[in-house]
T-cell receptor
Framework: RKEVEQDPGPFNVPEGATVAFNCTYS??????FFWYRQDCRKEPKLLMS???SGNEDGRFTAQLNRASQYISLLIRDSKLSDSATYLC??????????FGDGTTLTVKP | EAGVAQSPRYKIIEKRQSVAFWCNPI?????LYWYQQILGQGPKLLIQ????????DSQLPKDRFSAERLKGVDSTLKIQPAKLEDSAVYLC?????????????FGNGTRLTVT
């Protein structure tokens, strides 16, 4: 079993749609959680951290459920520019970052 | 601030040859990481340095891969000899420290093709 698991998709949605991605992790001692975005043939870039109480950044909302070891990302009012691969990342207290394999999103006109 | 610098951007070699990649992290970042990303997969950690010491190299294939960060700043990753399955993007990342809530800053990566 992988340490961090994501639904690979692909998710194909029309502009303006709401889409949600899920991620589960196996290490109950994990400390910090992030979503990264990776465009085709580019490096991953931090999208947002995920806090225990949940957090929002514009059209993006992240949730964490420590009991179920589950993280989610919700994108509202999808834009064409949101098309990318979204990577779930889990950190240990030693700063080791483990990545999921990513979920691919394509937003169509 | 200047980002993480990596070179070369692309490298094509034949199997059994050797190759080396270079990374210069963001100034002041104590932690440096090398990741391997195979097409269709997420980045996989090869080695993590804290200053010039190794924190985690449990997934580094030590029979062929080596990495060093001698002065606690820039780093090199070497593969000798290369195999076909080493074809991947090698990503270097840095972060300010070893705290669990420090996000990573990635370089552009080196795309390696082994033929």
């Amino acid at each position: 079993r992988k340490e961090v698991e994501q639904d690979p998709g692909p998710f194909n949605v029309p502009e303006g749609a709401t889409v949600a991605f899920n991620c589960t992790y196996s290490n109950s001692a994990s400390q910090s959680f992030f979503w990264y975005r990776q465009d085709c043939r580019k490096e991953p870039k931090l999208l947002m951290s995920v806090y225990s109480s949940g957090n929002e950044d514009g059209r993006f909302t992240a949730q964490l459920n420590r009991a179920s070891q589950y993280i989610s990302l919700l994108i509202r009012d999808s834009k064409l520019s949101d098309s990318a691969t979204y990577l779930c990342v889990v950190n240990t207290n030693a700063g080791k970052s483990t990545f999921g394999d990513g979920t691919t999103l394509t937003v169509k006109p | 601030e200047a980002g993480v610098a990596q070179s070369p951007r692309y490298k094509i070699i034949e199997k059994r040859q050797s190759v080396a990649f270079w990374c210069n992290p963001i100034s002041g970042h104590a932690t440096l990481y090398w990741y391997q990303q195979i097409l269709g997969q997420g980045p996989k950690l090869l080695i993590q340095f804290q200053n010039n010491g190794v924190v985690d190299d449990s997934q580094l294939p030590k029979d062929r891969f080596s990495a060093e960060r001698l002065k606690g700043v820039d780093s090199t990753l070497k593969i000798q000899p290369a195999k076909l399955e080493d074809s991947a993007v090698y990503l270097c990342a840095s972060s300010p420290g070893d705290r669990s809530n420090s996000p990573l800053h990635f370089g552009n990566g080196t795309r390696l093709t082994v033929t």
